[in-house]
């Protein structure tokens, strides 16, 4: 068995700190022996003693390892003499960066890149990015994310049709198409809520009012008066709660312009939500047919734009612009669909459970991440 180091933000609530510790916990449980090197990236961090891996951590630096796995943004890469070192990288539009810093150079530096989706290893070839790549998705703890009862929230009936988004609130997650649809499709009148879990840059008191102000932004470029019921969620939920939301909801709504795998959307699917995606990047890659276990919505490729609190997009890369009226028509069927015949959503959802457990749970990561540690590590 393999001595890997792994570095990266590993204790904040992010969804690539989320991703590190179920690669950290399939490792171990692997029987491979690991230590980490905890980098803060984050202002936001859980206290590490919540989590029960690391009772099984070891404790070596990289002098002792055999792998390093650095699981960061690409200029905090630092190579380490005669040891296998392997980039875990992310990105989510149609190109690398090469402003400030050219990230295909700095992988170029490493030996072996894992990204998560077949979307990532083609923008990463086509960037220049000439090392191996292997693609490792992102693990769901699938006994934890399951079909259940689900959160009770005060104003959803037991008959509405639940819509669900989890995002931070980034322009690249395009919240504002998101809502539009929704307030423009559906009215109070309507058996419909709508779950919106986000926040900002953290989880204070003035962000929650501003992401308030934000959503309140967006409803009012409609001038619609019976506006459908929203609730709006801004608390810092915990790991273990997030499964109780996701149960509580019929279908999980991305209008994202670009992921690079998105780990909300795989999550709920884990507990029986019927997805929707923009038809692009790697959550399309999470849905095997449209129909089957998920729906996908059309969409035009633009030029990106700069991301507030990111130095690394810019118009020069592409991301996918949905196409409003297609997510309004998806919404809808899937609406009338839970109304008219339920038992055909209740296939589809479970249809996706289905297909979280057999490509992304820890099992089936387990297989592909340990026969290429075994072959790295020889």
Same mark, same amino acid.
């Not at 999980?252 to 038809?279: D, K, N, Q, R």
């Given at each position: 068995?393999?001595?890997?180091?792994?570095?990266g933000d590993?204790?904040?609530?992010?969804?690539?700190?989320?991703?590190?510790?179920?690669?950290?916990r399939?490792?171990?449980?692997?029987?491979?022996?690991?230590?980490?090197?905890?980098?803060?990236?984050?202002?936001i961090q859980?206290?590490p003693?919540?989590?029960?891996?690391?009772?099984?951590l070891?404790?070596?630096?990289?002098?002792?390892?055999?792998i390093?796995?650095?699981?960061?943004?690409?200029?905090?890469?630092?190579?380490? =003499?005669? /040891?296998v070192?392997i980039?875990?990288?992310?990105w989510?539009?149609?190109? @690398? %960066? &090469?402003?400030? *810093?050219?990230?295909?150079?700095?992988?170029?530096?490493?030996?072996?890149?894992?990204?998560p989706?077949?979307f990532?290893?083609?923008?990463?070839?086509?960037?220049?990015?000439?090392k191996?790549?292997?693609v490792?998705?992102?693990?769901?703890?699938?006994?934890?994310?399951?079909?259940?009862?689900?959160?009770?929230?005060?104003?959803?009936?037991?008959?509405?049709?639940v819509?669900?988004?989890?995002?931070?609130?980034?322009?690249?997650?395009n919240?504002?198409?998101?809502?539009l649809?929704?307030?423009?499709?559906?009215?109070?009148?309507e058996?419909?809520?709508?779950?919106?879990?986000t926040?900002?840059n953290?989880?204070?008191l003035?962000?929650?009012e501003?992401? =308030?102000? /934000?959503v309140?932004?967006?409803?009012?470029?409609?001038?619609i008066?019976? @506006? %459908? &019921?929203?609730? *709006?969620?801004?608390?810092?939920?915990?790991?273990?709660?997030?499964?109780?939301?996701?149960?509580?909801?019929?279908?999980?709504?991305?209008?994202?312009?670009?992921?690079?795998f998105?780990?909300?959307?795989?999550?709920?699917?884990?507990?029986?939500c019927v997805?929707?995606?923009?038809?692009?990047?790697?959550?399309s890659?999470?849905?095997?047919?449209?129909?089957?276990?998920?729906?996908?919505?059309?969409?035009?490729?633009?030029p990106?734009?700069?991301v507030?609190?990111?130095?690394?997009y810019?118009?020069?890369?592409?991301?996918?612009?949905?196409k409003?009226?297609?997510?309004?028509?998806?919404?809808?069927?899937?609406?009338?669909?839970?109304?008219?015949?339920?038992?055909? /959503?209740?296939?589809?959802?479970?249809?996706?459970?289905?297909?979280?457990?057999?490509?992304?749970s820890?099992?089936?990561v387990?297989?592909?991440?340990?026969?290429?540690?075994?072959?790295?590590?020889?």
């Amino acid at each position: 068995m393999a001595k890997i180091l792994y570095k990266g933000d590993i204790y904040s609530p992010s969804g690539y700190s989320n991703a590190i510790r179920n690669y950290i916990r399939c490792l171990l449980d692997l029987g491979h022996e690991v230590a980490i090197k905890h980098v803060q990236h984050d202002r936001i961090q859980f206290d590490p003693s919540g989590f029960d891996f690391t009772l099984k951590l070891s404790n070596f630096s990289y002098e002792d390892a055999d792998i390093v796995i650095d699981q960061e943004t690409p200029e905090f890469y630092e190579p380490y =003499k005669n /040891l296998v070192n392997i980039a875990y990288c992310v990105w989510e539009t149609s190109r @690398l %960066p &090469d402003s400030l *810093l050219n990230w295909a150079d700095q992988l170029n530096k490493m030996d072996i890149i894992f990204v998560p989706t077949e979307f990532n290893r083609k923008i990463f070839q086509e960037s220049g990015v000439k090392k191996p790549i292997f693609v490792v998705p992102h693990i769901i703890d699938t006994k934890k994310f399951k079909p259940g009862k689900g959160l009770e929230i005060e104003g959803i009936m037991k008959d509405d049709v639940v819509f669900l988004a989890c995002f931070q609130w980034t322009s690249r997650k395009n919240p504002k198409d998101l809502l539009l649809a929704y307030a423009s499709e559906f009215s109070r009148f309507e058996p419909v809520s709508f779950i919106l879990k986000t926040y900002a840059n953290d989880f204070s008191l003035q962000e929650e009012e501003r992401i =308030k102000q /934000l959503v309140q932004n967006v409803l009012s470029l409609t001038n619609i008066d019976d @506006l %459908p &019921d929203i609730y *709006l969620l801004t608390k810092p939920v915990e790991s273990e709660e997030m499964p109780f939301i996701y149960q509580r909801a019929d279908i999980f709504v991305s209008a994202s312009h670009g992921e690079s795998f998105c780990l909300p959307v795989a999550e709920a699917m884990s507990c029986g939500c019927v997805p929707i995606v923009t038809g692009w990047s790697g959550q399309s890659e999470l849905i095997t047919k449209h129909g089957y276990d998920g729906f996908w919505v059309d969409y035009i490729l633009e030029p990106a734009e700069k991301v507030p609190g990111s130095p690394w997009y810019s118009s020069k890369q592409n991301w996918a612009k949905i196409k409003v009226l297609d997510l309004k028509k998806t919404m809808r069927e899937l609406y009338e669909l839970k109304k008219s015949n339920p038992q055909k /959503l209740k296939e589809i959802s479970q249809n996706a459970r289905n297909t979280i457990v057999k490509r992304f749970s820890f099992e089936a990561v387990g297989k592909i991440l340990d026969n290429i540690i075994k072959e790295v590590a020889n």
